[in-house]
């Protein structure tokens, strides 16, 4: 996929929500309270809005929000991966409050292309939860064995 400077569309970046669990200290959502609208695209806006063809890696990451909370996230990677397997999705998150089905769920989906990035700021509860406030260190380890 080319713009119209021929530049290549390759790589896309998604902020598919807005919503989070945790409650970081420097975090807009909470250094202003109130200020963040909770949001999320659906299944549909990719449907109606994504060619896919030409693209090789698509990056679901937020800056006011974390991927896994939107309520289509795994039809939308089951939907990328379905035009083409060979996509690469990479998914970065803080992974608290997930079941280990939601992650065997989402990694029956992806394949040898993809990847998933725990973002973790410790080495149990007490130290990740420093600044990662509000996180469940029981859930994110029990999504990372879940998907080995």
């Known amino acids: 996929m080319q713009?119209?400077?021929?530049?290549?569309?390759?790589?896309?970046?998604?902020?598919v929500s807005s919503i989070c669990t945790l409650q970081c200290p420097r975090c807009p959502r909470t250094e202003i309270p109130g200020s963040l609208v909770q949001t999320q695209?659906?299944?549909?806006?990719?449907?109606n809005n994504f060619d896919i063809d030409g693209i090789g890696k698509i990056t679901f990451?937020?800056?006011?929000?974390?991927?896994?909370?939107?309520?289509?996230?795994?039809?939308?990677?089951?939907?990328?991966k379905q035009k083409d397997p060979t996509i690469g999705i990479s998914i970065?998150?803080?992974?608290s409050y997930?079941?280990?089905?939601?992650?065997?769920?989402?990694?029956?989906v992806l394949n040898q292309h993809?990847?998933?990035h725990f973002s973790l700021d410790g080495?149990?509860?007490?130290?990740n939860e420093k600044y990662r406030v509000n996180c469940?260190?029981?859930?994110?380890?029990?999504?990372v064995h879940s998907l080995r």
């Not at 713009?3 to 902020?15: D, G, I, M, S």
Request: glycine residues 8%.
């Open 3 to 15: 713009n119209q400077f021929n530049w290549p569309l390759w790589h896309w970046h998604f902020e």
């Open 41 to 47: 695209l659906k299944l549909d806006f990719f449907k």
């Open 61 to 80: 990451c937020g800056d006011d929000g974390d991927p896994i909370y939107a309520r289509d996230f795994i039809e939308i990677v089951r939907w990328f």
């Open 92 to 95: 970065v998150t803080n992974g």
């Open 98 to 108: 997930k079941s280990a089905d939601w992650w065997k769920e989402l990694g029956s």
């Open 114 to 116: 993809d990847q998933v």
């Open 123 to 127: 080495f149990d509860q007490a130290s």
């Open 136 to 143: 469940n260190w029981d859930s994110i380890i029990e999504g």
